[in-house]
């Protein structure tokens, strides 16, 4: 199994996006939130309608049948794909090209559940998830969705953190495309995790402490930013 299993999509608008599956640990964990809180409805639900006798039983089954089935696709639908517990750990369900998921997909991908459940305690789909690429469970497979991270807010680079600079030395092709792939990945790296790479540059960096912005002035001198 890949390590990156980032994918990216192009919108009709020409838009390319980079979209994160998440993997079965955050969904587990969103999954047993959810259960949670459906439990502390249902035992409201029991408690409340129990004054009833066998009518109460019966009305509270129905609105327990109900709300296993359904609680997930109206936050689907209506919430922008976040049930409370994918919410809390930044999850939202969507179509696999990132689309807003619809309503056939939100129905199909929970009815198919008790497959996924199967033998037990989510059997099938934690194995799906482990052999699909995107973390699909069998439900997502037929309804062709997919839960991913939402997308991290990125710090915007100031022009002026990367004015243009001449490399002090003459740089192959090779050379030059991999400072530009590092500035156009520099966003989604850490500070740490930038300036380890730029300090791997030397003898091409002159000074440890400016490294990341040197590079990025090479990079901007090399795509003609003057």
Do not use: C
């Amino acid at each position: 199994m890949a390590l990156d299993t980032l994918y990216h999509v192009n919108t009709p608008e020409g838009i390319r996006l980079r979209l994160s599956p998440a993997g079965p640990v955050p969904r587990m964990l969103a999954w047993m939130i959810d259960i949670l809180i459906r439990s502390g409805i249902n035992i409201v639900i029991f408690i409340s309608l129990s004054y009833l006798g066998n009518t109460g039983t019966g009305i509270a089954l129905i609105l327990l049948f109900l709300l296993e089935w359904f609680y997930p696709v109206y936050f689907e639908l209506y919430k922008n794909g976040q049930t409370p517990g994918k919410k809390i750990f930044k999850l939202y369900v969507s179509m696999e090209n990132a689309s807003p998921i619809t309503p056939a997909a939100s129905i199909i991908r929970n009815l198919l559940r008790f497959v996924d459940f199967l033998p037990f305690f989510y059997g099938f789909g934690f194995v799906s998830m482990l052999l699909t690429k995107r973390f699909q469970r069998l439900g997502d497979l037929v309804a062709g969705t997919v839960v991913l991270h939402q997308a991290l807010q990125y710090p915007e680079i100031k022009e002026t953190y990367i004015k243009a600079i001449s490399p002090p030395v003459t740089l192959s092709l090779e050379e030059q495309q991999a400072l530009i792939r590092y500035q156009q990945r520099i966003p989604y790296l850490t500070k740490e995790r930038s300036e380890e790479l730029a300090l791997l540059t030397q003898p091409l960096v002159e000074n440890n402490k400016q490294a990341v912005p040197q590079l990025l002035g090479y990079s901007s001198w090399i795509m003609g930013k003057r």
